[in-house]
Structure formats: C-alpha cells, structure tokens
C-alpha cells in the first residue's frame, strides 16, 4: 500500500520569497515520487520526479525537490517565488500505479 | 507531439442522460488512465489500462460508469444515466509501459462535465 500526505492544503507567500511545498510518503518498496503542477483549468503536468541516483531533483520552473528516505519526505522549493507560479500542486508516488496528494494551492502576493 | 487529446472539453447535460467522454492517448504508451477530479474529493483514480485492458477499475464509483479501450489509441468513458453528483473535471492520462517506466503520467486537459 502507499499514501501520500501533502501538509497544508493552502500556501500563500509574497513574490521572490521562498515556496516550501511539503509531501510525506508511505510506501511498501522504494517509490518513484513526481510533483505535478496544475493551473486553472488545465491538466496536471510534470514538474519534476525523482527516480533512482541523485536525492536533489530539479524541475522545471526553478524548481527542486529532495528525497529523504529517512524521513520518507519529498518536499518541493523554489527560492525566489514568481506571480506564474500561482497553481495547485500534486505530489504523487508511484510504487506500481500513481497516487496522488490532495494537492496545495500556493497563491503568490505582489 | 500531440498531447493525450480529450473531447469534449465541456459537456452540460441533464439527469438521466447519457455521457459519452473520449480520450486519444500519445501515440506508443500503453497505459491509459481515468481520472475524476472534485473539489471535495480531490483527484480519484476511476480505472486503468495496460495494453488496452482493464486492470483496476475499483475506483469506478457505480455501475452506471463504464470505460473501454478498443484499441490503443482510443478510449470512452460512459455515465449512462448520468447524475448531479457526477459533476466533475474528468482527465485522461497515458504512460508509456515498458522496461524503465518510471509511472511519469502524462494528462489531457480534461472534460468539465455539468449535470443538472
């Protein structure tokens, strides 16, 4: 079985703060973990994911994830936040098929 | 490349008829997904495909759905008769399936379906 835990369903920082997105696993075997990013009334897409080698993960965007095994997290970040950055995301882990947090919707001030 | 291409990309209906919701996936995956997307529900997995069949539709909520694949580059979803309740964004994804898949999903965008 596998879960995935994403911890505040809301974010709101200021334009060029940091953006911390926070994602706990659960997983029987070692996953594949993904960020998917959604902006309004799109599809979900690829951010980044993490599959074997390096923890620290860059995506698109600016932004990076790292694995921590030990603290079976994948938080997503961005030093610098953007006004597009504005969206819902989905972390997701795939240990066999995909599932999916309840996603943050990060807001960015001016 | 194409995308995963859905149609229609918005559908309002009235209770008791019948929807039809279509999906393309990329050409060369062989896996195909439904989703169901709500405010209070979030985003649920309804059923997938592996090289066109069905491999868990445990996630489809009712008898009235119903989803085939004929061959690998089409698939429905159908609500026959459709409710309120089913009001929803609904997204087709696809993922290639071989040797090295790391389960990266790659989603249409979706059809906003409206029951009234």
């Known amino acids: 079985a596998q879960s995935v835990t994403q911890l505040g369903s809301h974010v709101s920082v200021s334009e060029g703060a940091l953006v911390l997105l926070r994602c706990n696993y659960s997983s029987s075997v070692p996953p594949y973990l993904f960020w998917y990013v959604q902006y309004p009334n799109q599809g979900l897409q690829l951010l980044l994911k993490y599959t074997t080698g390096a923890t620290l993960v860059k995506g698109i965007n600016g932004f990076e994830a790292e694995f921590k095994k030990s603290e079976t997290s994948f938080h997503l970040t961005k030093p610098s936040a953007h006004m597009s950055d504005a969206a819902e995301y989905f972390c997701?882990?795939?240990?066999?098929?995909?599932?999916f947090g309840d996603g943050t919707t990060l807001t960015v001030k001016p | 490349d194409a995308g995963v291409i859905q149609s229609p990309r918005h559908e309002v209906t009235e209770m008791g008829q019948e929807v039809t919701l279509r999906c393309k996936p990329i050409s060369g995956h062989n896996s195909l997904f439904w989703y169901r997307q709500t405010m209070m529900r979030g985003l649920e997995l309804l059923i997938y495909?592996?090289?066109?069949?069905?491999?868990?539709d445990s996630g489809m909520p009712e008898d009235r759905f119903s989803a085939k694949m004929p061959n690998a580059s089409f698939s429905t979803l159908k609500i026959q008769p459709s409710e309120p309740r089913d009001s929803a964004v609904y997204f087709c994804?696809?993922?290639?399936?071989?040797?090295?898949?790391?389960?990266?999903?790659?989603f249409g965008e979706g059809s906003r379906l409206t029951v009234l």
């Open positions: 495909f592996n090289n066109n069949v069905p491999i868990d």
């Open positions: 994804a696809s993922s290639p399936l071989a040797g090295g898949n790391t389960g990266e999903l790659f």
């Open positions: 997701a882990v795939n240990a066999g098929k995909s599932t």
